[in-house]
Nanobody, 115 residues
Framework: QVQLVESGGGLVQPGGSLSVSCVAS????????MGWYRQAPGKQRELVAS???????HYEDSVKGRFTVSRDNAKNTVYLQMNSLKPEDTAVYYC?????????WGQGTQVTVSS
């Protein structure tokens, strides 16, 4: 069982930056494939970025060059740095941990991009 707690969401103006983080419980974080998803009102949840235990990263096309996912295994934490934010980035951002067939979710953190 892995528990995930996100933090760092908030309100930011278009073009601004925001960082969200996710702390995982347990001692096997370094072996876990981590991902950031988001869900906007009326839309399906979508993968934004992911990072493997070996630090390979993947990004959804609309965030490439603007978002950066990273992890600190010593702190059991995965980060999502979001730059050049756009109103269409507004969503609840969820942290996901995947180990084989098991998948765990955090409670989500709201990111709102608005002037």
């Amino acid at each position: 069982q892995v528990q995930l707690v996100e933090s760092g969401g908030g309100l930011v103006q278009p073009g601004g930056s925001l960082s969200v983080s996710c702390v995982a419980s347990g001692s096997i974080f370094r072996f876990i494939h981590m991902g950031w998803y988001r869900q906007a009102p009326g839309k399906q949840r979508e993968l934004v970025a992911s990072i493997t235990p070996s630090d390979s990263t993947h990004y959804e096309d609309s965030v490439k060059g603007r978002f950066t996912v990273s992890r600190d295994n010593a702190k059991n934490t995965v980060y999502l740095q979001m730059n050049s934010l756009k109103p269409e980035d507004t969503a609840v951002y969820y942290c996901n941990a995947r180990m084989g067939l098991q998948s765990y979710w955090g409670q989500g953190t709201q990111v709102t991009v608005s002037s």
